[in-house]
């Protein structure tokens, strides 16, 4: 299984950007299909966007559309979800997913916690 490390998120203000980073090991980082999801308190997951090993990405969350981008750099193994105009209703823990595209295993990071205040 691919193990993966979220890092980036921390408290800023409404308006502000983060860049969130999630760095892969283990596998061959390119096999993987790369998404983002976020859980807010007291909510479910919620699904923000996708990146494919094609370089193809996908924001899926209608609320964040225009306003976050995800991309990745397979020599780092790494992929970024860069939220830009932040909101309080964008705080959660954000985590980051993997699924391999031949076998469809799959793995989560640990979350990394961004709080936008008003």
């Known amino acids: 299984q691919v193990q993966l490390v979220e890092s980036g998120g921390g408290l800023v203000q409404a308006g502000g950007s983060l860049r969130l980073s999630c760095a892969a090991s283990g596998r061959t980082f390119s096999n993987y299909d790369m998404g983002w999801y976020r859980q807010a308190p007291g909510k479910e997951r919620e699904f923000v966007g996708i990146?494919?090993?094609?370089?193809?990405?996908?924001i899926s969350a209608d609320s964040v559309k225009g306003r976050f981008t995800i991309s990745r750099d397979n020599a780092k193994n790494t992929v970024y979800l860069e939220m830009n105009g932040l909101r309080p209703e964008d705080t959660a823990i954000y985590y980051c997913?993997?699924?391999?595209?031949?076998?469809?295993?799959?793995?989560w990071g640990q979350g990394t916690q961004v709080t936008v205040s008003a």
């Open positions: 990146i494919y090993r094609s370089g193809d990405s996908l």
């Open positions: 997913h993997a699924r391999e595209y031949r076998s469809g295993f799959a793995s």
